[in-house]
Antibody, heavy 122, light 106 residues
Framework: QVQLVESGGGVVQPGDSLRLSCAAS????????MHWVRQAPGKGLEWVTF????????YYADSVKGRFTISRDNSKNTLYLQMNSLRAEDTAVYYC???????????????WGQGALVTVSS | IQMTQSPSSLSASVGDRVTITCRAS??????LNWYQQKPGKAPKLLIY???SSQSGVPSRFSGSGSGTDFTLTISSLQREDFATYYC?????????FGGGTKVEIK
């Protein structure tokens, strides 16, 4: 069965950096695009970024462009989110989510991890 | 593309028929998906491509619409359906969600 397990969340100060990881299992990770979606406390869902199955294309929300970088290691079945210059408004639960289309892109999310909480506070 | 859901919350009883609406700020054909989220849990995909049911989703959930106006219908609300529902457009990046509809027990 598909499993996505995020790690790396925590409490950081404004301006700090943090890297999230998402360990994938139960499917052919190297054949599917992957996303990060976040949810601020008590708020709705916000798409953050996407990476194509082979890592060649990446897209970002304007709110994180230039500060966050998505990457993947298909040999380790792991997705990453490098977050730099963190701000208070980046405080959220960060979910990794699988795109449903094999070697294509559906731009929606058929499986989600349990989430990793990132708190940015001085 | 802005996604607007209505209502933002509703109260309903077990057995009720519930309808949630999602409107896109521009035409998105049928690139519209619905998710259910329970407190403290990750969202779960219910409907994709406006009207296709994800595997394992009960048949009481259905979706319809195209262009700019879409609907999620729960034909007979069950206790386990009390949750928040989100629509999401997959027409173009940045991908965007509606603000959510919280379905509460009357």
């Amino acid at each position: 069965q598909v499993q996505l397990v995020e790690s790396g969340g925590g409490v950081v100060q404004p301006g700090d950096s943090l890297r999230l990881s998402c360990a994938a299992s139960g499917f052919s990770f190297s054949s599917y695009g992957m996303h990060w979606v976040r949810q601020a406390p008590g708020k709705g869902l916000e798409w953050v970024t996407f990476i194509r199955y082979d890592g060649t294309n990446k897209y970002y929300a304007d709110s994180v462009k230039g500060r966050f970088t998505i990457s993947r290691d298909n040999s380790k079945n792991t997705l990453y989110l490098q977050m730099n210059s963190l701000r208070a408004e980046d405080t959220a639960v960060y979910y990794c989510a699988k795109d449903p289309k094999w070697e294509l892109t559906g731009y929606y999310f058929d499986f989600w991890g349990q989430g990793a909480l990132v708190t940015v506070s001085s | 593309i802005q996604m607007t859901q209505s209502p933002s919350s509703l109260s309903a009883s077990v057995g009720d028929r519930v309808t949630i609406t999602c409107r896109a700020s521009q035409t998105i054909s049928k690139y519209l998906n619905w998710y259910q989220q329970k407190p403290g849990k990750a969202p779960k995909l219910l409907i994709y491509a406006a009207s296709s049911s994800q595997s394992g989703v009960p048949s009481r959930f259905s979706g319809s619409g195209s262009g700019t106006d879409f609907t999620l219908t729960i034909s007979s609300l069950q206790r386990e359906d009390f949750a928040t529902y989100y629509c999401q457009q997959s027409y173009s990046t940045p991908l965007t969600f509606g603000g959510g509809t919280k379905v509460e027990i009357k």
